[in-house]
């Protein structure tokens, strides 16, 4: 019988086209760039890398209620893809904060969602958001900031 094997030299399907690769190349790209965000954020706050998801959604989720579209679109262009698609789902808070609102009602939902202590809110918001910065531009961080009342830009802002 004859050997009905591939000829050497000709590449399998198990390969992949190109485009299939530059796509799981992406993805992994994607995965580590996220995964290095939770681990800064664990770092940061002191938190086990399912509260920091949890953490990073629920301050994000707020924040973004905060800003006009525009600048959502904007900020969700600089994050981690997989952040991204995690605020897309995020409807939790979409009619539990008003449009206008500040420091003490973002602390206390945050809090809310994440069964804290109310003293332990704020290190977790602004470990959140210190992890945010770093992984947008400068001018995205000054646009985000200039949307914000006074009470949240103090959060929002790095620490000196």
Not at 35 to 48: E, H, N, P, T, W
Request: with cysteine.
């Amino acid at each position: 019988m004859a050997d009905q094997r591939e000829p050497q030299g000709t590449h399998s399907h198990q390969e992949g086209s190109i485009e299939e690769r530059r796509a799981r190349r992406r993805a992994a790209h994607a995965s580590q760039t996220y995964a290095a965000f939770i681990k800064r954020l664990c770092d940061r706050g002191g938190m086990s890398p399912a509260v920091a998801q949890q953490a990073a959604v629920s301050v994000l989720c707020a924040v973004e209620q905060r800003i006009n579209s525009d600048e959502t679109r904007d900020l969700e262009a600089q994050l981690p893809n997989k952040l991204a698609d995690l605020l897309h789902r995020c409807e939790r808070h979409e009619d539990e904060l008003p449009g206008k609102f500040g420091r003490e009602d973002l602390l206390r939902r945050v809090g809310e969602d994440l069964a804290l202590n109310p003293d332990a809110v704020e290190p977790v918001v602004r470990a959140v958001l210190n992890s945010i910065r770093d992984l947008i531009s400068e001018g995205e961080a000054e646009d985000v900031m200039s949307q914000l009342p006074e009470d949240l830009r103090e959060l929002w802002r790095h620490p000196v």
